[in-house]
């Protein structure tokens, strides 16, 4: 199968996405646009145990449940489940969903995750868990032709829209966004709370933000 030009500088980055990648990972064209690079995903997994770790004393395993509410090919699903006790994986696309779960396989830890299929924002008022997790559609790789990535424009809801919903199920929400995001749009979205946002570099440069509520 012949790699199509616009991928070619992904698939250069494969390793970096999944260090296990020649181990039989399958991701898809909106797969490589979106997944979070594994460092990243370590990182926010690892954070997340600690900053709600509910067993105390012990600072390298989360005995939380996560939702992982945009799950996609299972990058940031992965690491949850190696730092995490529970995670609930949430993905629309069937197709990506199974990919997710085979990606889980092949670390591992696919019987730490419970793979649902369906709309994150239909399930939330069904759903309970110490962490949401998200990373909601940004638009594909054109959300870097504006200066700055205006949250109320988003595809399907808006960011306040998705935070609220996120909020039906754990006022613990960590917001994966793109790095043009304007730092008081984002802190304004969950007025009152603090409001810690983290810069992300990858291979040298800024990739995106991750904000924890």
């Given at each position: 199968?012949?790699?199509?030009?616009?991928l070619?500088?992904?698939?250069?980055?494969?390793?970096?996405?999944?260090?296990?990648?020649?181990?039989?990972?399958?991701?898809?064209?909106?797969?490589?646009?979106?997944?979070?690079?594994?460092?990243?995903?370590?990182?926010?997994?690892?954070?997340?145990?600690?900053?709600?770790?509910?067993?105390?004393?012990?600072?390298?395993?989360?005995?939380?449940?996560?939702?992982?509410?945009?799950?996609?090919?299972?990058?940031?699903?992965?690491?949850?489940?190696?730092?995490?006790?529970?995670?609930?994986?949430?993905?629309?696309?069937?197709?990506?969903?199974?990919?997710?779960?085979?990606?889980?396989?092949v670390?591992?830890?696919?019987?730490?995750?419970?793979?649902?299929?369906?709309?994150?924002?239909?399930?939330?008022?069904h759903?309970?868990?110490?962490?949401?997790?998200?990373?909601?559609?940004?638009?594909?790789?054109?959300?870097?032709?504006?200066?700055?990535?205006?949250?109320?424009?988003?595809?399907?809801?808006?960011?306040?829209?998705?935070?609220?919903?996120a909020?039906?199920?754990?006022?613990?929400?960590?917001?994966?966004?793109?790095?043009?995001?304007?730092?008081?749009?984002?802190?304004?979205?969950?007025?009152?709370?603090?409001?810690?946002?983290?810069?992300?570099?990858?291979?040298?440069?800024?990739?995106?933000?991750?904000?924890?509520?």
């Amino acid at each position: 199968q012949v790699l199509p030009a616009k991928l070619k500088k992904y698939w250069a980055q494969r390793f970096r996405y999944f260090w296990r990648f020649d181990e039989g990972i399958q991701i898809d064209e909106e797969g490589w646009y979106s997944v979070t690079p594994e460092a990243i995903a370590e990182s926010t997994a690892e954070r997340i145990a600690q900053l709600h770790n509910s067993k105390k004393g012990e600072r390298d395993y989360g005995r939380l449940c996560v939702v992982d509410a945009f799950c996609g090919v299972g990058g940031n699903t992965i690491k949850f489940a190696e730092w995490c006790e529970h995670v609930i994986a949430i993905e629309i696309d069937p197709a990506r969903l199974e990919k997710a779960r085979h990606n889980a396989r092949v670390y591992g830890v696919d019987d730490r995750i419970e793979f649902i299929l369906g709309d994150f924002y239909q399930l939330a008022p069904h759903l309970k868990a110490d962490v949401v997790f998200m990373s909601p559609p940004w638009g594909g790789p054109e959300y870097l032709c504006a200066d700055t990535f205006d949250m109320d424009q988003m595809p399907f809801h808006t960011g306040q829209e998705w935070l609220d919903r996120a909020r039906l199920v754990s006022d613990n929400i960590v917001y994966y966004m793109p790095r043009n995001c304007d730092p008081a749009q984002l802190a304004q979205l969950f007025p009152g709370a603090p409001c810690d946002i983290e810069m992300n570099m990858f291979g040298g440069v800024l990739k995106a933000v991750t904000v924890y509520y």
